[in-house]
């Protein structure tokens, strides 16, 4: 088994969406994504930063302030992986932080773990009971099964969605790079994290695992 290439001291950043000049708060994201073909060979397919977008922000600031009532509880539930990165397949567009939706979706899907991490790499939590140890690192991973995100893929990004449980997607009619920066984004899913990659081939009983490290 193909295990986690994703060093949690790696130091590669992205701004946090703060305009202040002096700010030092940073949040950096890091995916390393498996595929194993049906014969059982496995294959790291991504091993990537990626960008934090303006919206993220926007979640961020929904989380911290806690203004807006329980009945608009927000968070990251899902990964999206998609088909639609600008640019040739075999080299994309880089990602840009202004990005605030998928643009091609393909699949969604909740995450198989979450885990608290040490600065050294391991998980987090009470030797005794178990429980997760809040840290200021945390993997997220999605597992897509041999019949789930079959296609080729060049996108994907966290999001907290409206609907993590179907595949009804309620992202922004913006079209990049426009944006409607007065727009409420309550009503929307709302993208947190954006990476694009040369293509990736997933055929039907092939298995897709993809941990997204967030350092804040």
Do not use: C
């Amino acid at each position: 088994m193909i295990k986690s290439k994703i060093n949690p001291l790696k130091t590669t950043a992205v701004n946090f969406g703060l305009s202040f000049a002096e700010s030092s708060i940073k949040v950096k994201g890091d995916v390393l994504g498996v595929l194993t073909h049906e014969d059982g060979t496995e294959e790291v397919v991504i091993d990537k930063s990626n960008v934090y977008t303006l919206d993220g922000g926007v979640l961020a600031a929904i989380l911290f302030s806690n203004n807006l009532g329980a009945s608009h509880s927000r968070f990251i539930n899902v990964l999206v992986v998609g088909s639609g990165a600008s640019g040739s397949s075999l080299s994309p567009d880089v990602a840009d932080y202004r990005q605030r939706k998928i643009e091609v979706p393909v699949y969604k899907k909740g995450f198989s773990s979450v885990y608290y991490r040490t600065p050294e790499g391991a998980i987090s939590e009470n030797a005794v009971t178990g429980d997760p140890i809040p840290t200021h690192i945390v993997d997220f991973t999605t597992t897509f099964e041999a019949s789930e995100a079959n296609g080729s893929l060049t996108e994907m990004g966290l999001m907290s969605s409206l609907d993590a449980n179907t595949q009804n997607f309620q992202q922004t009619e913006d079209v990049f790079p426009d944006r409607d920066t007065e727009k409420d984004l309550l009503g929307y899913d709302i993208l947190v994290n954006y990476l694009t990659f040369p293509v990736i081939n997933k055929p039907n009983g092939a298995v897709l695992a993809i941990t997204w490290r967030l350092t804040f």
